[in-house]
């Protein structure tokens, strides 16, 4: 059975990312070829990257121990979703220093997302398919986008994402495909290979 990690990639108060990690959530219990656990940034404090060294430099240690601890969790998992909230065009800076706290671990392992916003948060996701491929993940094509329609129809219409059934075929679509490459990943992985 693939272990995946749903990330939860905002921590402001009233945040909307609660809505999308429940529909997740939900989605995945309907499936029986995956596991999904929930990581949520608030829960992993983590510190502003500030190491010494590049962890390149330190074979992949972490000098805090909270960076180590999620990198040790992080390297459970044979893949990734995560919610993406666009925040200036950008991810936000608490899911890019999630990335950053770890190494190694992201290595060979696929991701997906789910973003919202203005435009279903796809310039955020576009600046994290170029962060996962440095981690030499691979980012799936396949994405969610709850574009200002949805949202707005989520936060002040009383609408609840499943309404919408594009979303709930993309969420299909993100699912079928980290399965796939999850298994052909997971596979490889456990092939020697002396690629850097
Ligand atoms: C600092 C900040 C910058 C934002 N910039 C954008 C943006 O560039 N594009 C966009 O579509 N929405 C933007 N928004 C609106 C967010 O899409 C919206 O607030 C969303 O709910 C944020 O996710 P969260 O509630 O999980 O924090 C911004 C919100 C904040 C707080």
Known sequence: MLKLALIVGSTRPNRFADIPAKWIVEGAKQRDDFALDVLDLRDHTLPLFN?????????????????????????????FISTVAEYNHAPTAVLKNAFDSASFEWNRKPIGFVGYGGVGGARAIEHLRGIAVELQMAP?????????????????????????????ASRTAVFDNLVWWGRALKAARGIEVKAA
Do not use: C, F
Not at 140 to 157: D, F, H, R, S
């Open 51 to 79: 190491e010494p060294a590049p962890v390149g430099y330190t074979g992949g240690k972490y000098s805090e121990p909270a960076a180590e601890a999620w990198r040790h969790l992080i390297g459970q998992y044979d893949g």
């Open 140 to 168: 799936i094509k396949q994405e969610v986008n709850i574009a200002m329609a949805e949202y707005l129809g989520v936060v002040q219409q009383g609408k609840r994402l499943d309404d919408y059934g594009h979303l709930v």
